[in-house]
């Protein structure tokens, strides 16, 4: 076990704590289970960090269970894809991956055992009628027609689903516990289904399929899973995953324990709706960077540090809550800070000639790649007379306030010399087009010897060494806080989630920059390469965040 002291502290932790204390359990075993009917998203990040954390803090293991049991809405992709996002989170499951499918030999058998007990029952009511008789939450169930009919017959019927002799909806195995519970989960719940589908592990050897209620339970028994630890929606259901397992020959006994699910603002947690975002074009794809998913996240230049620190922070609790977003981005502005290179981008470029430098000069200037960590190095920038810089670093009044680029006035550029701007072109709208100045040779990497002191210092590219580049702007998807609370959310997306900027300037040494790593973009933000460019050898970097929170300003 780690270090006790360096371990977060939780009810989850405790009642391990308690049960190893008291000999109830030797070993830890738990497992993450999705369904494989989307891409996984930051929600989905704090439950995969909690049930592999736990493993790995206790020596014990964490199983990747895929609960396959609705193959309609499923595919391989997004198995893969699963995959891919736990294991960039830096967790590695026990053993290989499950699926429930590989169990659905043995919950048929459960099935049997369940009708031979007298406790479940093919019922032939309707969709329709089922509903009827359920019953809502003020008003009791009432008994299916179909709840008495005989062992023998209900085997010989649910045979029949197996066999494929009932179409779809026709009738359904369900387990017969009180129809009169105040839990709606209880009231005897399908546990079976006819589905003539394709399946992506098993094929076509089934054409009935084992609700996930029921599945959910049995494969964190045949697992020998010790905590099975999920989201408090499913609170109420605990009711029949312990009754499912209380009533059938399982080889251990599994318990489940919820907590409070991640709630993020201005995003959305529904599969269903991310979903829609994706089939409507509202954003890219599921990976988009304006997405929650940790495809997103991972393409938008978040590290997998940064989110296990953020689901670290939030804690686990059984109160429900909202993060802000201002936490997440706290998390990767503060991993960038301390691990993120720096380079020199102009976004908005005009040209600044240097008028007393030599025409035909050019230098390879030493920069640093972080101001206070050396273990980064340096890298070398060209330099010449004719330089990039960002159109709002010039002005030609300005207040004291201003610290950049005016005429008459002094700036240091970055990693350079000290120069004074004198005049500037405009086009014919009044746009400034080129700035004009000196500068002081003697102030490479010092201030000048007169005594004065430059009052601010921009970021610059070399003109004719520059790379042409093209820059997202990411921003909230949404324009309000819980967009999930709106009748229709597509009125809140933020149409400004997105700017692209082309005929960006950056250094030659982004032209070795591998996708998703990160840097900051001189007093720009921090940026990645995006992980999806389709034109070889173009360069399209990705906004992770701002240098500072300037979203809560602005909404103000």
Known sequence: MSDAENRPTNFIRNIIDADLDSGKHTSVQ?????????????????????????????????????DDTNPEKEDIDYVHAIQKDVQWLGFEWAGEVRYSSNYFDQLHGFAVELIEKGLAYVCLLNAEETREYRGTLNKPGKNSPYRDTSIEENLALFAKMKNGEFEEGVCALRAKIDMSSSFMCMRDPIIYRVRFVHHHQTGDKWCIYPMYDFTHCLSDAIEGITHSICTLEFQDNRRLYDWVIENVSVPSTPHQYEFSRL???????????????????????????????????????????????????????????????????????????????????????IKLVIENYPEDKQEDLVVKNHPSDEAHGTRTVPFSKELYIEAEDFREEANKKYKRLVIDKAVRLRGAYVVTATRCDKDEQGNVTTVYCTYNEDTLGKNPTDGTKPKGVIHWVDADKSLDATVRLYDRLFTVPNPAAEDDFHKVINPESLVEITGVKVEPSLADAKAESAYQFERQGYFCLDNDIKEPGALIFNRTVGLRDTWAKVSK
């Open 30 to 66: 738990t497992r993450f289970p999705p369904e494989p009917n989307g891409f996984l998203h930051i929600g989905h990040a704090k439950a995969i960090c909690l049930s592999f954390g736990i493993a790995q803090d206790y020596n014990g293991k964490c199983n990747l269970r895929f």
């Open 263 to 349: 709630n993020l603002e201005y995003t959305l947690m529904s599969k269903r709706k991310l979903n829609t975002l994706v089939e409507e074009n509202l954003v890219d794809s599921w990976d988009d960077p304006r997405m929650p998913t940790i495809a997103g996240f991972r393409r938008r230049g978040y590290t997998p540090a940064s989110i296990r620190e953020f689901t670290k922070r939030i804690g686990v609790t059984k109160m429900e809550n909202t993060i802000e977003m201002s936490v997440l981005e706290a998390c990767i502005r503060e991993d960038l800070n301390d691990n993120a290179p720096r380079a020199m981008a102009v976004l908005d470029p």
